[in-house]
């Protein structure tokens, strides 16, 4: 008897060819100009409120992590308010005259006598594009049509919000202005920055207005005041070149690990399931969107609209009472047990296999074990690598535990590269790259290309060819273990254990690296330390939408997000700009004005000092890559083993110990659901959990709202 698996259901385990069914694919239509118009306006206004929101508000952080409550939350006004307004004003031409022309008038009576129109005004840009949007609306109800999005175009414009949320502030935009400025604020005789660090930096990428820039971080006031865009011009362009070339690599891996992700391993996505849910029930027959008439879905939302209504309330009536959600309480050695409740951690958690969020869950317990067994034993901090808060070897052993969570799954995915790599070079292969966003070819191409452009950058800077090359690999299988993880995990809020410029930077030393290498890799902690949100995780998880669309409208798809990827930038870091000219970038988001480039620098005038490789932290990352191999070799062998490897890499994250019980809250409730109501329940209750999430990213966004019209600042719903 001959064992394997039949021919035909390899086939359709292994998806050569479509992703999805006909019908499926016959019910997304094609794409037109309008969603590339409707997308890039909103991926504008995402990139300028998400900073307004951060310096001037200073409320919820709606694009600090992969969760993306800013994409969401704009989603869900196209989808609920915009599109629905479209649909029921062009029923009849005169309605929607009528309509566009009370919003001109309401927008006028507003903004006269028209001198204050800023256009870092979230409220401004807002509201001119509805006014412009009703009037387009108006005029295609002439015709019997109107300006609400198909399904097609509802997955291009999400897909273009995710990544402007991947860049605009914790991504990119926030930390690339003060990083290449802060050095000449911040430098004084004491730390004698400019005196040890300016010989190893070339001058062409860092900002000085020869006064340490006091006007970008102590403000002009509020008087006419004049932004300097010529002194940041060049800088901004050489670093432009860098990371458009590291952008293009992350975009073309996403899409060569697609299909393996989403068709042969069939990866759950959580993140992306509230969307897809909208998406779906988008009808052109219909007004409403079906996913806002579910009961369950509103049921879930109340959960997080309650909680939240009473937090924001709390900022505006003195003594109001708020529900308290994070408790925590001391354990041994020095350890102690962290529980936070966070829906939109909770609602994803939800969408997971159980044996997933107890993998999460179980490792983070056990990782305090193991963090107190190290203070216990005296076992101090030896090296400041990013986010340490034991000892620096604890991010060692998640390192090598990444890395092999990556390279066990290039292993699986072998056939599938195989098969791409026959693509590249042209020979014939069984795999079909007609329903990518791209071809393999120019997939490959571009990711070498891209990685290049890095690499020819660092060799710019003075950085040694090898080491430049072995940052680009270090820091694409990070991001590759982390995009691999969000897709598969769901988690919304993540960090990696160690990041690639400590791999070079701590790991190697100066001895080996050299100083003009140290300095150099010190500067990539802008796009490649605090990485809690970037591109490829957000693309990858994208590109989850595309499966349904016609394969003409899926090419169409990659030049979406490069326009987003530019507008993204641009509004960004124009408004960074603005604002912080305007206020002070110091009187306004700490962390990324303050805390950030005082740490890159103070990084690298440290690590300028002879230190050769270390070794022990070699020893332990070859410690934790051999833990993940065994941990999943016991899941592949023994069914029972109960705690699924993907947690280990990220155990010993601040993020996940403040996590791991809103994992441990939804694995519990999963399982009783399962146990008691089978797989029925548990599908009808998905809405309900689907509503949580959504309830979560609507309640913030609305408060952003009322905050930014009454002027209230400070007023953070949620911090995960």
Not at 130 to 156: D, P, Q
Not at 364 to 383: C, D, H, P, S
Request: glycine share 10%.
């Amino acid at each position: 008897m001959r064992v394997g698996i039949p021919p035909d259901l390899r086939q359709y385990l292994s998806m050569r060819g479509a992703s999805v069914t006909g019908k499926e694919e016959a019910d997304h239509r094609p794409l037109t100009l309008r969603s590339l118009v409707v997308g890039s306006f909103l991926s504008l206004f995402l990139g300028v409120g998400a900073n307004y929101a951060d310096i001037v508000i200073k409320g919820t952080y709606m694009t600090l992590d992969f969760s993306a409550p800013g994409a969401i939350f704009v989603f869900l006004v196209l989808v609920g308010l915009m599109n629905t307004v479209y649909k029921l004003a062009a029923r009849q031409a005169a309605v929607a005259v009528a309509t566009a022309a009370a919003a001109a008038a309401l927008w006028g009576w507003h903004y006269y006598p028209f001198d204050k129109l800023p256009l870092y005004s979230p409220g401004v840009l807002f509201s001119s594009f509805m006014v412009l949007s009703l009037v387009a609306n108006a005029v295609l109800a002439a015709t019997g049509r109107n300006l609400a999005l198909n399904r097609s175009e509802l997955i291009v414009v999400y897909i273009m919000l995710l990544v402007v949320a991947s860049l605009a502030t914790m991504g990119l935009c926030e930390t690339l202005l003060p990083t290449i400025s802060g050095m000449f604020y911040y430098a004084s005789p004491e730390n004698r920055w400019q005196e040890l660090l300016l010989p190893h930096l070339p001058n062409q990428i860092l900002v000085n207005d020869g006064h340490a820039n006091k006007d970008f971080y102590e403000g002009i006031g509020t008087g006419a005041y004049a932004v300097p865009y010529g002194l940041w011009l060049r800088p901004l362009l050489l670093w432009g070149i860098m990371l458009l070339g590291l952008y293009l690599a992350m975009v073309c891996a996403a899409v060569i690990l697609r299909r393996q992700w989403m068709d042969r391993e069939r990866l759950a996505y959580p993140l992306m399931q509230a969307a897809q849910a909208m998406i779906r029930q988008e009808d052109d027959g219909r007004a409403v969107n079906g996913f806002f008439r579910s009961r369950a879905m509103w049921a879930g939302a109340a959960i997080p609209i309650v909680f939240g209504l009473f937090s924001g309330l709390g900022k505006y009536i003195q003594g109001f009472p708020m529900f308290p959600t994070a408790w925590s309480f001391p354990v041994f050695g020095g350890q102690s047990i962290n529980m936070t409740l966070s829906f939109a951690v909770l609602g994803f958690s939800y969408l997971i296999s159980p044996d997933i969020s107890a993998g999460i869950w179980g490792f983070a317990l056990m990782a305090k074990l193991e963090k107190a067994i190290f203070v216990t034993e005296g076992v101090a901090k030896v090296q400041d690598v990013w986010a340490v808060a034991n000892s620096e070897l604890l991010n060692y052993q998640g390192l090598g535990a990444l890395l092999a969570f990556v390279g066990v799954g290039l292993w699986v995915g072998r056939e599938h590269l195989r098969e791409v790599g026959r693509k590249f070079v042209g020979l014939e292969s069984r795999l079909s790259d007609d329903d990518e966003i791209m071809s393999y070819r120019a997939a490959v191409l571009g990711l070498l290309v891209g990685c290049g452009i890095v690499v020819a950058w660092l060799a710019w800077l003075g950085t040694p060819i090898w080491a430049g090359v072995l940052f680009i690999v270090a820091a694409m299988a990070i991001f590759t273990g982390l995009s691999r993880t969000v897709a598969e995990a769901g988690v919304p809020a993540l960090i990696s254990p160690m990041v690639a410029p400590d791999v070079m930077i701590f790991g190697l030393g100066s001895n080996v690296l050299g100083a003009k290498a140290v300095a150099n890799f010190a500067m990539t902690y802008t796009f490649a330390t605090d990485i809690r949100v970037f591109l490829m995780g957000m693309v990858a998880n994208g590109l989850k939408l595309i499966e349904g669309m016609n394969r003409r409208s899926r090419r169409y798809v990659f030049w979406a997000i490069v326009v987003a990827v530019f507008c993204g930038l641009i509004s960004s870091l124009w408004t960074g700009m603005q604002l912080a000219y305007k206020d002070g970038g110091i009187n306004s988001a700490p962390w990324f004005f303050n805390g950030m480039p005082n740490y890159i620098y103070k990084t690298a005038v440290d690590t300028l000092k002879p230190a050769g490789v270390y070794w022990m932290g070699i020893a332990f990352a070859v410690v934790g890559a051999v833990a993940m191999l065994v941990l999943t070799w016991l899941r592949q062998r023994f069914l029972w083993w109960p705690l699924h490897p993907i947690g280990f890499p990220i155990m010993t994250s601040w993020i996940v110990d403040w996590m791991w019980f809103s994992v441990f809250l939804a694995w519990l409730i999963k399982i009783t659901l399962l146990k008691y109501g089978g797989a029925s329940l548990f599908s009808r209750s998905r809405n309900f959990f689907l509503g949580i999430v959504v309830g979560r990213m609507l309640i913030s966004g609305v408060w952003l709202v009322i905050d930014f019209m009454t002027g209230m600042v400070g007023n953070q719903i949620f911090w995960i």
